[in-house]
């Protein structure tokens, strides 16, 4: 079984920096891929930004994300990181960690497992 345990999120001004930690967990635990999604209320779920795990870091990101936010990885610990600056009041959503275990054509498919959300609301 694999677990994902995010933390991070939080209230910001406009303007502000948040970084969301998200640690993977589990005795037959194979990454392909881990990244981040969100929800707004009343929205649909988006992609926000992924990391590819093996071999080089492969980094992918929704357009709204590019330059603000920045994904890394910390492969000892199993854990990724986003890093979100310049946050809008657009930005505020329930941000979820998601990971695949195998490789899919399109980075934003194939996550069987997903954290419980961490919630990111930045004021006006």
């Known amino acids: 079984q694999v677990q994902l345990v995010e933390s991070g999120g939080g209230l910001v001004q406009a303007g502000g920096s948040l970084r969301l930690s998200c640690a993977a967990s589990g005795r037959t635990l194979r990454i392909n891929a881990m990244g981040w999604f969100r929800q707004a209320p009343g929205k649909e779920r988006e992609f926000v930004s992924a990391?590819?795990?093996?071999?080089?870091?492969?980094?992918f990101y929704a357009e709204f994300a590019k330059g603000r936010f920045t994904i890394s990885r910390d492969n000892a610990k199993n854990t990724v990181y986003l890093q979100m600056n310049s946050l809008k009041p657009e930005d505020t959503a329930a941000y979820y960690c998601?990971?695949?275990?195998?490789?899919?054509?399109?980075?934003?498919?194939?996550?069987?497992?997903w954290g419980q959300g961490t919630q990111v609301t930045v004021s006006s």
């Open positions: 990391i590819t795990w093996s071999g080089g870091d492969s980094t």
């Open positions: 998601a990971l695949r275990s195998v490789w899919y054509s399109q980075i934003q498919h194939g996550y069987g497992y």
